[in-house]
Each structure stands twice: as C-alpha cells, then as structure tokens.
C-alpha cells in the first residue's frame, strides 16, 4: 500500500466517526425533543438534516475517488465497502430522526398521552446505536455482534406497540390522528433498530471478514 493511500484510507476512517457524532447527536436531540415536547430542539433537528446530506455525499465521493485512483483489493476494499454502507446508513438514520422530531414537533402541544412505554423504547434504541458506533471505533467484533442480538428485543416491543395504538384507537377514537403519530414514531424507532444492526453487521465484516447478515446469533 502506498503512502498516499493510507492516508487517504485514514481520511475516510475519520470522515466517518465525524459522521457517526453527529448522527447519534441527532438521534439524542430528536427523542429528548420527543420525551419533553420541546418543539424548539425539534426544530433545531429539523434544521440540520442539510449538515448530514452534505457530511454523507462528500464522504461517498471520497469512496469513489479512492477506489477509481488506488483499486484497493482485500482488507483495503472491504474497508471501503464497509464505510459506503455505513455511509448510507448513518444517512438514513438521520432521516428517522427528522421524522421523530416533526413528531415531536406536532404533539408538542397534544395532551393525549403515549399509549405505550415511550421511554422504554427510546432508551433501547439509543443503547443498540451506541453499542453499533462504539463496535465500529473500538473494533469490537463481539459488541457487534451482541448488538446484532438485541434487534429482536425492538421488534417485539414495535409488534406490541402496535397492539397497544389499535387498543387505544378502539377506546378513544377521538384521539385517532394522535396515536397514529405515536405508532410511526415507534415504526421510526424500529427502523432505527434495523440500521443499527447493519452497521454491527458491516463491523463483523469488517473486522472478522465474515458475512453474517442472514446468520441465526442466538
């Protein structure tokens, strides 16, 4: 490997922890926003969706460029690999979070209350995030792969979440556009889940070189 490639391939490393920061400081300010229905923060997220699309592009780019110069092959191009989907994962979970906070922001004034464990789920959720970043800069394969573990606990609790806002909507139909928002803002916290998961996933793989997508790790 050449010098100059190296250094290209730690600009990448370093394009994306900056990346991950801040969309982990989304994902916080969007459910704080939630929890305290703070429309302001709400806003605050709202608003800086443009730093993410920018952030995401400019490090995809940087992908492309070191892969049309250097044809990296083996571990260099599984890095590669790796961070272009990571890349756009991390993109994607910035979306979700705008989602959340226009959420926040339309129930900001609503009493009607959540009709499940609002806080359970958020808390999930960050922690399977947190877990898949901190895999990715610690290179820890088995943190990866324990987050990848948890993902069916999220499910379960969406799957429930859902029972409960059709129980609800039966009891108070007049609160109808109310706990509709709270159910997407769970199927927005479930998906949030799904792309934690990947990114363990491309953590094992770049760490371990093992594929272990469709893989059972009960």
């Known amino acids: 490997m050449t010098v100059l ?14 990346l991950t920061a801040v969309v982990e400081g989304r994902v916080q300010q969007a459910i704080q926003a939630l929890m305290n229905a703070d429309s302001q923060l709400a806003e605050k997220v709202l608003a800086g969706d443009d730093e993410v699309d920018r952030m995401e592009v400019d490090l995809e780019e940087e992908c492309l460029k070191v ?15 790796s961070v272009l989907k990571m890349n756009n994962d991390l993109e ?31 808390d999930q959720i960050q922690t399977m995030l947190k877990m898949s970043l901190d895999s990715l800069v610690q290179q820890d394969s088995e943190l990866a792969r324990k987050t990848v573990r948890m993902d069916d606990v ?3 609790q969406h799957k429930d979440n859902f029972n409960h806002v059709k ?27 799904d ?6 996933e491309d953590v094992v793989y770049l760490i371990d070189g093992e594929i272990i997508r469709h893989h059972d790790l009960s």
Request: proline share 5%; no cysteine; aromatic share 4%.
């Open 5 to 18: 490639m190296q250094k290209e391939l730690d600009e990448l490393k370093k394009m994306l922890l900056s």
């Open 67 to 81: 892969l049309a110069l250097h044809q990296p092959v083996a571990t260099d191009l599984r890095l590669i690999v």
């Open 92 to 122: 994607r979970i910035a979306d979700l979070s705008v989602n959340i906070a226009q959420r926040a922001a339309e129930l900001a004034s609503d009493p009607t209350p959540a009709p499940y464990n609002l806080q359970q789920m958020a």
């Open 154 to 156: 999220v499910d379960t």
């Open 167 to 193: 129980a609800a909507i039966r009891a108070h139909p007049e609160q109808i556009d109310s706990l509709v928002l709270y159910l997407s803002i769970s199927r927005y916290m479930e998906r949030i889940a």
């Open 195 to 200: 792309l934690a998961t990947n990114i363990a």
